[in-house]
């Protein structure tokens, strides 16, 4: 049976495992994996790719919330990622990943917001959910940490946040990060090590 997010219930996984089949890398209990439902969207069926959105719509507004640093625009980036999916799904390659085809989208997508409005508003969250904790002293400790993180990290320059978000939060390796980005693999890696440095000295800052 299908779950709400399009995706098939199953046992709980763990580390790559688990990222494989959040990515739609591995069958779901049907065997359906995100490669068929390509296939039958570029084939003619609507319905494959409408459950592509369904399954990966989350991540796509995960991504794009760290990116830009604001819901709303997070929201639009998301869809008109969708959007220009759809409209060049016929030249998508069956033999590549379509998340990271989808990365790549929403990165520029989001790049081109971010490159028009310039300033990112630094009172949203653009991490995880917050853990609950027991006691109102600790859970205003860990406000002002998530804060001070999201500052930080929607400070970096967008070249340095793109790939740390890619490959810190979002689990991409190197070779990834790199194809999505269409830089180097030593590109990534130069800009990984400058946005860990520039991220802790601006946590540093704001401590």
Known sequence: MLTADGTAASAPLKGSDARDRERGAVPDEYGVTDAHLVQWAQDGYDEAFELLVRRHRLRAYR???????????????????FVQAWQSLHRFRRDAA?????????????????QRQRETPHDVTVLEQRPTLETPERVSEANDAFERLQSALTALPFDQRAPLVLHALEGCSYVEVAEIMRITVP?????????????????????
Not at 66 to 78: H, I, K, M, N, W
Not at 103 to 112: K, Q
């Open 98 to 114: 379509f998340t990271t085809w989808l990365y790549r989208i929403v990165t520029n997508v989001a790049l081109n917001r971010v």
């Open 63 to 81: 991504v794009a919330l760290r990116l830009t640093g604001s819901p709303a625009d997070a929201e639009d980036v998301a869809q008109d990622a």
């Open 187 to 207: 590109a990534v890696k130069g800009r990984l090590h400058r946005a860990r440095r520039d991220l802790a000295r601006a946590l540093q800052d704001l401590s």
